[in-house]
T-cell receptor, first 115, second 111 residues
């Protein structure tokens, strides 16, 4: 299984809502990532988990809260978001390689709209 | 800040022609990767070239890397309509466990 799955595909939420994005992989990868991508822009790294521990937080606002319950799952909890947080949120996984970096496998993304 | 700059930003060619995209970066790298993204979907890894390699091939793809000029190119030969997508280079910064993506090239293959 070389697939990264993400749910939901689309999400519309108000600024006072609490929601979660979910990501799952069964490739045995021990590094998982969250990216944010605005239209016609490249993905921007948000968080990196390595061996289920948060290793990189790219100064992301606290209204985004990541969680890695186990080596196959990655969640992104959302609370009190702003309209400018509307974007495509991509999850990815790879084998960890802090020295060189490995290819990353991406999920299809969750299209988030904040009203 | 973004590490890579890609050129051109958009490219439109006829089916069967070759497409060349260029990527420049700023800092020393461990490797450089190319990804493809179909509209509004996830990214697909195409090829990885290490800093000690100069050229790599995969099917219709040819990637070159010039570390002295801090640049890379992706050549797609005999293009097909299905190659229509955005193409991103991404660098792994030495000592950092993260990919930094270039701005991307939007490639359109006209039938």
């Amino acid at each position: 299984d070389t697939e990264v799955t993400q749910t939901p595909k689309h999400l519309v939420m108000g600024m006072t809502n609490k929601k979660s994005l979910k990501c799952e992989q069964h490739m045995g990868h021990r590094a998982m990532y969250w990216y944010k991508q605005k239209a016609k822009k490249p993905p921007e790294l948000m968080f990196v988990y390595s061996y289920e521990k948060l290793s990189i937080n790219e100064s992301v606002p606290s209204r985004f809260s990541p969680e890695c319950p186990n080596s196959s799952l990655l969640n992104l909890h959302l609370h009190a978001l702003q309209p400018e947080d509307s974007a495509l949120y991509l999850c990815a996984s790879s084998q960890p390689n802090e020295r060189e970096g490995n290819e990353q496998f991406f999920g299809p993304g969750t299209r988030l709209t904040v009203l | 800040s973004q590490q890579g700059e890609e050129d051109p930003q958009a490219l439109s060619i006829q089916e069967g022609e070759n497409a060349t995209m260029n990527c420049s970066y700023k800092t020393s790298i461990n490797n450089l990767q190319w990804y493809r993204q179909n509209s509004g979907r996830g990214l697909v890894h195409l090829i990885l070239i290490r800093s000690n390699e100069r050229e790599k091939h995969s099917g219709r793809l040819r990637v070159t890397l010039d570390t002295s000029k801090k640049s890379s190119s992706l050549l797609i030969t005999a293009s097909r309509a299905a190659d229509t997508a955005s193409y991103f280079c991404a660098t792994v910064i030495q000592g950092a466990q993260k990919l930094v993506f270039g701005q991307g090239t939007r490639l359109t293959i006209n039938p």
